[in-house]
Structure formats: structure tokens, C-alpha cells
């Protein structure tokens, strides 16, 4: 007759133990705003700490200075970049010191990893203007949110 | 220096009626949403939509705040910053909002008038001439002048005396015996009205066109600015409108000329009239435009009851037994003429004044030019004479033009609201009544001094003990018609349960007698003479009112503190009643003396409604030195 050790039992897989359990509370207001659908209420909310932050970080970017109702400097202000600057380097490196210094006063637990833009000539584009398609890497270490990414088109004016 | 600061900024608060700004309602509402909506949203950081909604909730909230703030402010007189609405509040505290004041100057006016040749000791009657008001004469700088009120060069006093002859001076003929002619310049003397008095500023005239549809308080704006008087105002009808406070303000003061024998001293009389056809007038500080609005009723329904008769507003009830509730629509009352009438289907003709400021203050002897001269002679004057009177006519203004004013800023206005909240047109206390009857113009007669008692007969009556003065600045008693004026004049003002008896004050005239012991280095004269002079100045009538005490002591005083005088050796008040060497005395005879009744530890009381005077201190003081 055999004699087990019980070290060797394990748990099966459809344990509680191993079973995540979703939190049901919404965090925040999910953009563009849509009506909401199923555990959302009126708008589609966020569940999520990582796309939370996502959104968060999104809309931060593409926010100009003045544009926020009582924060004037809120926002990365990068649409005056698009008009300034005539070479795309000089554009990468400001528009990424104006990121950086956005997310370290709103969002100082973002770390940034990479920056990349690229310019769409604007005969490819639906409304005849030049775009310009920044995606940006970033991290939230405490919340275990490793290189997430975020793109944020501005259009070039004239 | 430093705490200075500091402590200055301590001190100094922000106003803040709800107590909330921005970052007060960001934290209260997080704190709402997080208590009631934690399940249903968590995120309120700066960078998320919750935020955002945070943050434009609290500053829709700080907006409202800062508005409803500025709103409370506005409604003090001491924190409102908006000329509108400081204009309301000054004019609702009674403070009446003006332009640019004009100036006032005292002008003389000489002329050359012939001899009389019946009598070349006095310029010839008819050719004296009255310059009328409404002449206007001009400064060098050009700023014109208006003469308020006639100039009577042929003006005579109750004794048939010219006013002005005593500053005529003859200009001899080739006779230098005889004088040809006179030059008179108006001047009544000293102690006396003085005429000539001219004001700054252009006299406009104005016509409106009004249709022929009713407006209740009608309103139209003249077309100069800085409007400091409204001279008449009058319709196509000839009805005379009149300036009022208040529209309810029905009744108004009239000057009529006095015919009685006390004219010289009373010249005018106050009549009251009733003002059906009447108008206010506002000011803008802004565009210094000044409205006039009317009344609200309407003339061809005017009707002659100051009050409307109740009864005419009853419904009546033919034949029912039972009625329901009714309306009534407020306008049709409105249309009485309790407010005064408002104009329609006639043109308006408004003169009023219009100009002023700090540059009408004219310097002495800039005035020289008259530009629009106004004058009329007698019946009986000759052509001749007109031509010369009128030709040899000059101006001057020896002292400075005063009382130009630019228009009063803001804050003066401000500083006005307070003590105009304390203002009254009622006569409630002592002080009202006293107030009230130094106040009246004195065209309608002066009142010198006043005094106030309660009646012993009618507790709700006062007795108001009243007295002029004459010529020479002695008391007398005051006319009837100055009487008659003042009855005119307070009762408009009197509570409808008081009664006030009009007394002459009774006049005690004194006198002293006193010796005192002078040092023997001193001159006794001399001596006599300073004690004469401190006690006539002490006893002069100025320092007097109605129920006043003599205190005797303070005269003893005044003796004994001169140098030389070394003892006082005899002190009596005395009363003087009989008309002694052309002098006249009140006829009240009073115990002075320092062991009769009236004398009570070194004070000398009159009987009640009395006054103390020393009517000729020359000969009623009497100082011996021993």
C-alpha cells in the first residue's frame, strides 16, 4: 500500500484561490464620453486602473494650455508646436520636454519610456491637412502597467 | 515698517459672504461625490473627466460667488463700485446728484445819472434807472455772468431815504459850486442785503414736441450738460410747471412781493401754491445729462382734489344682494393727478442754466463787459437821459467770483448718503424747529434769535419766542409779516398734533455801574476806558440767545482782572425801561439788582422768553474810578 505525501496534492485551478475576482466599482468616466452599457451607468465608465490612467494620460497630452476650465496650465501644449516648428526634430524634442514636464506636475507616476512621431503627408490624409501620429510608451510600475502605449495625432496647421 | 505691514495685511479682509472660492468648492464637492458616489465613480484626479466635471462645477460655483459678492457690495453705498448703481443709492438717500456748480459773484454797478435841476442836491428822479435781472455781463476770460435779481438804483428805505445815495459822488460843472451830475453805485451799506449778485453759466431754452398719447412720468433729457437750475418750465397752454422733491410733493412756495408797511424789512412774502403741473429732476454722472420727469396723471381728467375722494373709487351695487370678487386693474388710479400731471399733445418750453465748474471762479476785476444788457426807467424819463444813463453804465467785480464747482466725484457723494440719511423735512424736535426758521430766506424776513418752550397751558404746544433786529443791529420786535411767513413756512412741516404760538421775545435791556479803586502809577482814564471796551464786547448782543443768564460774576471778573484796578468797589446791573436823550428802551421792567429775585448766586435770570441788552453799551455802562 502506497504512502502519498500530501506535499504533492496541489490545488485545482478552478479554486477560489486562483479565481479573480473583478471589482465591480467603476473608477472613472471612460473618453470619448458614450452612453453607458451593462455594470457603466449613464456613460461608459473605466474598470481598470490601466486604462484609467490610459485615458488619463491620453487626454493630458492632447490637452492645450487654457483649454482646462479653472487649471489654465493644465495639459502638454503641444498645438503650438505644430505651427512653430519647422523641422521634425526640433518638434520631437519639445513636444517630448512638454510631455515630460506635464506628467511629472498631473501624472507624476507615469514614467516615460519612449517617444516616437511620425509625419502623414497630408495627401493621405481624409481632410487634406498634415498630421502628426506621436506614440508614447510609458510605465506604471506600482500598478504592474509595464510599457503601455498611447497615440495622439495633432494636425499641422497650414 | 515691517510689522506696519504685516499687521496692515492682517487687518485687511476679504469680503466674502458665502466664505467659498475655487479650491473651497473643488474640496467640498469631492467629498460630496466621494460620500454618495464612491460606487459609482472613484477617479476625481486633475487628469480624469470626473476632475474636469469637479472642476468646472467649482468654478460655475466661484463665478456665482464672486458675482453674488459683488451683488451684496453693491447694494451698500460703501463697498458699490458701479456708477449706476451708486447713482441709485445716492439718489434714493435723498442726496440730489449734480453737474458742475456755477460760480457767484457780488457785482457793482455804477452809473452816472444827471442832477436833479430843482434840486442839484440829488441826482434827477426819472432818470434813475433799474438794471434788471437777466443782464449779463462777461469776464475777460469770457465766462458769462446772469444778474439774479434786479438792481433798484431809485431804491428808498422806510424813511424815504435812497439806499444808495450814500455812495454818490458829484461830478461838478464849470460851476463848481453846483453838481451836474451824480455817479451811484448800488450799494445798500453794511449790515444790509447787498444786490447785484450775479451767477455763471448760459441761460438755454429748450422746446419739446410731446404727442398727443399719455405716458405716465413722461421723461425728457435737455441737451446741455451740467444743468444747475431749471428756471421755468411752462407748456403751449401757459400752465407753469414746478420743481418739486418728490412728486408727491404737491404744494410749493411762492414769493410774493410785500406791500405792507413793513416791506423794508420784510420784502417778500411766502405764499403756498398748489402744484398740479410739477416735475423732478435727475442728474447723470455719467453723461452729465440731466431728465425731467413728470407726473403720472392726465390732464384732461385733472381733477382739483389734492387727495382723491375715496368714495369715487367704490363699486356700486344696483340691485344685488350678493357680489363676486372683482379686479381692479392699478393703472386707472394711477391716473389721477396725486402725482402731478404729465404733459400731452403740447410742446414743452424749458429755460434752465446750463455750465460751471472750477474755471468760473473769476479773479477781482475781471468782470467789465456787459453783453446783454436789461434795464428800465420811469415814466417820466427822458429820452436824452436814457441814451446818457444807459451809455455811461459800467461793471466790476471786486472780489472774486466763489462757488465753482466741478461736479462732485463719487466718493463726495458717497461721504453726502450718510448725512443726508439723518435729514428730515419734518420739525419733530427742538433742534428741527430751530433749524427750520434760520433756514428760511431771508427775503421773507430775518429772525435774529429764537427760543423754544413748552407751553404751560397745552402740553402739545411750544411757544416760540422770536426777534429781529434793525437797522443799527439793535433787537426789535419782529413784523407781522416775517410772522406770517414763518406760520407759512414751518407749517408745512409741523406734526398734524402740534401747535406752536408765535411770541415776540421780550427784550430786557441792562445796564452796569460799577466803581473800582485804580493804582495810583495807573491813568484812570485809560483804565476805564479797557474795562468799558471787555465788558461791551462781553455784553454784545451776539454772544446772547433767548433765556440766557447774565452770569455776573464773569463781568465782576472782567473788572477786577483789568491792570491798575485794585479793588471794585461797587457792582450793580441795572435795568433800563424809559426812553432817556433819544434813546429807546424796551418798555419791560425787570429787578436786576443783586438782592431782588431774579439774581441767584452771581446769576441774573430774565423772565421766560427774555432776552439780555445792553442797547447803547456807550452810555449804559457806567465805570467810575475812585
Known sequence: MAVYDFKSVGDKVDSRKYTEVLDPSPIGIKTPLEFGTSRSGLLEMHFTNAGQIKDNFRNLVQTNFGERVGLYSFGANLIELVGELASKEDFDSEAMLRIKNAATRWMPFVELETFESTFVDPADTASGLAHIVMTITYSVVKLSIIKDQIQVTVIAMG | ?626
Not at chain 2, 463848481?176 to 453794511?190: D, H, Q, W
Not at chain 2, 418728490?246 to 423794508?264: E, G, K, M, P, T
Not at chain 2, 407749517?491 to 452796569?512: E, P, T
Open chain 2, 1 to 626: 515698517m515691517a510689522d506696519d505691514l504685516r499687521d496692515k495685511l492682517k487687518r485687511k479682509q476679504t469680503r466674502s459672504y458665502l466664505n467659498k472660492d475655487f479650491d473651497g468648492f473643488k474640496s467640498d464637492l469631492l467629498l460630496y461625490a466621494r460620500t454618495f458616489f464612491g460606487d459609482q465613480i472613484q477617479d476625481f484626479s486633475e487628469p480624469s473627466v470626473g476632475g474636469m466635471f469637479l472642476d468646472m462645477a467649482a468654478y460655475v460655483g466661484d463665478v456665482m460667488s464672486y458675482y453674488l459678492d459683488h451683488q451684496l457690495s453693491e447694494l451698500n453705498v460703501e463697498t458699490a463700485v458701479e456708477t449706476k448703481n451708486l447713482e441709485k443709492i445716492i439718489r434714493s438717500a435723498g442726496v440730489k446728484i449734480t453737474g458742475a456748480s456755477p460760480a457767484i459773484v457780488d457785482l457793482d454797478f455804477y452809473i452816472t445819472v444827471p442832477a436833479d435841476p430843482n434840486d442839484t442836491t440829488k441826482p434827477r428822479a426819472s432818470a434813475i434807472p433799474v438794471i434788471q435781472a437777466g443782464t449779463v455781463v462777461s469776464s475777460n476770460g469770457g465766462v458769462l455772468f446772469e444778474l439774479l435779481e434786479d438792481v433798484d438804483f431809485a431804491e428808498k428805505d422806510s424813511e424815504g431815504v435812497y439806499l444808495h445815495l450814500s455812495k454818490v459822488a458829484s461830478v461838478s460843472s464849470s460851476d463848481s459850486t453846483v453838481a451836474a451830475s451824480y455817479i451811484l453805485k448800488n450799494n445798500r451799506g453794511s449790515g444790509q442785503k447787498q444786490d447785484g449778485t450775479a451767477k455763471s453759466g448760459r441761460i438755454i431754452e429748450e422746446k419739446f414736441n410731446i404727442p398727443n398719447t399719455f405716458v405716465a412720468f413722461r421723461t425728457v433729457t435737455l441737451g446741455s450738460d451740467n444743468v444747475s437750475e431749471i428756471l421755468s418750465v411752462s407748456d403751449t397752454e401757459k400752465n407753469k410747471y414746478y420743481e418739486v422733491e418728490s412728486l408727491s410733493q404737491n404744494i410749493v412756495y411762492s414769493r410774493v412781493l410785500n406791500v405792507q408797511s413793513d416791506s423794508f424789512e420784510v420784502p417778500e412774502n411766502i405764499e403756498l401754491l398748489p402744484a398740479p403741473y410739477r416735475f423732478i429732476v435727475n442728474s447723470s454722472r455719467q453723461t452729465g445729462l440731466s431728465t425731467i420727469r413728470f407726473g403720472s396723471g392726465q390732464a384732461d381728467s385733472l381733477d382739483d382734489d389734492i387727495v382723491p375722494d375715496p368714495s369715487e373709487l367704490s363699486l356700486p351695487l344696483y340691485g344685488k344682494q350678493t357680489f363676486s370678487r372683482f379686479s381692479i386693474d392699478p393703472n386707472n388710479l394711477l391716473r389721477t393727478s396725486t402725482l402731478g400731471v404729465s404733459p400731452q399733445n403740447t410742446t414743452i418750453t424749458i429755460r434752465y442754466r446750463s455750465g460751471g465748474g472750477l474755471s468760473h471762479n473769476v479773479a477781482s476785476n475781471t468782470i467789465r463787459s456787459i453783453t446783454g444788457l436789461s434795464v428800465r426807467f420811469g415814466s417820466g424819463a427822458e429820452s436824452t437821459d436814457i441814451v446818457s444813463v444807459r451809455a455811461s453804465l459800467e461793471v466790476n467785480n471786486p472780489q472774486a467770483a466763489r462757488g465753482g464747482e466741478n461736479p462732485p466725484t463719487l466718493n463726495e457723494l458717497r461721504s453726502q448718503v450718510l448725512s443726508s440719511r439723518f435729514a428730515q423735512s419734518r420739525i419733530v424736535s427742538k433742534e428741527d424747529l430751530i433749524a427750520r426758521i434760520y433756514t428760511m430766506p431771508s427775503n421773507f424776513g430775518r429772525v435774529f434769535r429764537v427760543g423754544i418752550r413748552s407751553s404751560i397751558q397745552n402740553p402739545l404746544a411750544t411757544q416760540l419766542y422770536i426777534i429781529s433786529r434793525n437797522k443799527k443791529g439793535q433787537l426789535a420786535v419782529s413784523p407781522d409779516s416775517l410772522k406770517e411767513n414763518l406760520v407759512t413756512f414751518i407749517n408745512q412741516h409741523r406734526l398734524i398734533a402740534d401747535a406752536v404760538d408765535i411770541l415776540d421775545v421780550q427784550v430786557v435791556n441792562i445796564g452796569l455801574d460799577y466803581n473800582v479803586s485804580v493804582g495810583t502809577t495807573y491813568n484812570k482814564r485809560i483804565v476805564l476806558q479797557n474795562i468799558n471796551n471787555k465788558l461791551k464786547l462781553y455784553l454784545d448782543i451776539k454772544n446772547f440767545q433767548v433765556d440766557q443768564p447774565v452770569i455776573v460774576t464773569d463781568l465782576m471778573t472782567i473788572i477786577l482782572n483789568e491792570s491798575g484796578v485794585t479793588s471794585l468797589a461797587n457792582f450793580a446791573m441795572i435795568n433800563i425801561s424809559a426812553d432817556t436823550q433819544g434813546r429807546n428802551y424796551s418798555n419791560i421792567i425787570y429787578d436786576a439788582s443783586s438782592s431782588g429775585p431774579n439774581y441767584d448766586r452771581g446769576i441774573l435770570y430774565g423772565p421766560p422768553g427774555s432776552i439780555f441788552e445792553c442797547r447803547y453799551p456807550d452810555d449804559d455802562i457806567i465805570g467810575n474810578a475812585l
